[in-house]
Every structure is written in structure tokens, then in C-alpha cells.
């Protein structure tokens, strides 16, 4: 059970786009449309941002959107704003019916 | 509003016990799936273990299989998690989060802390 990858940190500039990704195998992510993305910021609950690869939750802003291509999945988050810099990580369903996470990604908003 | 509140972390000592908590509301708790997922102090997510609407199904991660335990009430819509043989490793805030769909935790609770140390 080995956790989902995703790079460690990735930054941009106000109103720039960055897409974070998240990598696993044919028995995770490429095996299944249950990949989500989760948002969180420091001392607070994980929110969930995008569901099912590429469903946004009622309330979450359309500037997130979550696509999949074969075994890596990721989250674009366009027109960055100082308020998305946090911690951003994905999940997936996998073929041994367990969850698995990504080790995270740290947003930084230059 | 949907709300999870955890009870039961505290401070154990290694081999130790501890059994956790969650208490569901404003939901139908009796149709969703339910997972323990953890989160060591400054590190990433961890799913821990879940359990099916009817409590048929179970599974856990490798890290805690055979020493967790999940289990489920739905006439009193909550939800457990017994802890057996604890180790250092353990310590972590534990959240129980609802499955909307699979991997898809749609709510979580605030998170309790377990701290497992001599």
C-alpha cells in the first residue's frame, strides 16, 4: 500500500494556473473514476474539492477542476489566489477495496 | 448541517489501548460508508479503515490491520474504532470522515489527537 505520488510543492503567481499530479498504478488511480482531491490549510479539516476524477462538490469554485490520463490524475487550479495556498492531496479507491492517499503537495502563492 | 464529533484520544502508552469515537448527525448515517483516516503530527493524510453502510465490509491499511478494529452503531449513529497494541507510530489526529462515494470523504469531523508515548 504504497502512497500516491505527488510533488512535494508547486508555486505560481496570482491569476497564473497550476496543475498538481498524482501519480499511481493500473490497480488505483488507472483502474477506477474515484480519484478526489482534497484542500487543507494549516490546523484545519481537509475539504473536499473535486470528486470522482473530475466532479466539483456545490460551493467550490470553478477555478477547480480535476482530470485523468491512464494512471495520473491531477488538479489544475486556474487564476490562483492568495487564498489557495495549502496543502492539496489526492485520493483514490483501489483494487483491494482499501483508500489511498497522495503524500501531498504544499501550494505556494509567490 | 451534516456534523462528526470524535471522542476518546488521549495519551496511551505503547502496547496500550484506546477506542475511539464518532458521533453522526443530519444525516441518514445508515447509508454511508464511514472511514478512520489519520494524520501524524506535520504529516500527510493516512486512510486507516472503513466500514460499509451495513457494516458487512470492512477493511483496513496494511499499517493497522490486526490491531484496529472498526465498528458501527446505526441505531445510535456512531461510529468506533478499537485500538489495540499501540505504538509510537500510532500517534496522530484521528478523524472519521464520511464516504460519499468510494475514496470521495465528503464530510470530517474536527479530529481527535492520540498521542502514544511512555
Known amino acids: 500500500q504504497s502512497a500516491l505520488t505527488q510533488p512535494a510543492s508547486v508555486s505560481g503567481s496570482p491569476g497564473q494556473s497550476i496543475t498538481i499530479s498524482c501519480s499511481g498504478t493500473s490497480s488505483d488511480v488507472g483502474g477506477y473514476s474515484y480519484v478526489s482531491w482534497f484542500q487543507q490549510h494549516p490546523g484545519k479539516v481537509p475539504k473536499l474539492m473535486i470528486y470522482?476524477?473530475?466532479n466539483r462538490p456545490s460551493g467550490v469554485s470553478n477555478r477547480f477542476s480535476g482530470s485523468k490520463s491512464g494512471n495520473t490524475a491531477s488538479l489544475t487550479i486556474s487564476g490562483l489566489q492568495a487564498e489557495d495556498e495549502a496543502h492539496y492531496y489526492c485520493s483514490s479507491y483501489t483494487s483491494s477495496s482499501t483508500r489511498l492517499f497522495g503524500g501531498g503537495t504544499k501550494v505556494t502563492v509567490l | 448541517q451534516v456534523q462528526l464529533v470524535e471522542s476518546g484520544g488521549g495519551l496511551v502508552k505503547p502496547g496500550g489501548s484506546l477506542r475511539l469515537s464518532c458521533g453522526a448527525s443530519a444525516f441518514t448515517f445508515s447509508d454511508y460508508y464511514m472511514s478512520w483516516i489519520r494524520q501524524a503530527p506535520g504529516k500527510g493524510l493516512e486512510w486507516v479503515s472503513y466500514?460499509?453502510?451495513?457494516?458487512?465490509?470492512?477493511n483496513y491499511a496494511d499499517s493497522v490491520k490486526g490491531r484496529f478494529t472498526i465498528s458501527r452503531d446505526n441505531a445510535k449513529n456512531s461510529l468506533y474504532l478499537q485500538m489495540n497494541s499501540l505504538r509510537a507510530e500510532d500517534t496522530a489526529v484521528y478523524y472519521c470522515a464520511r464516504e460519499g462515494s468510494y475514496a470521495t470523504f465528503d464530510y470530517w469531523g474536527q479530529g481527535t489527537l492520540v498521542t502514544v508515548s511512555s
Open positions: 466500514i460499509s453502510s451495513s457494516t458487512s465490509y470492512t
Open positions: 470522482d476524477v473530475s
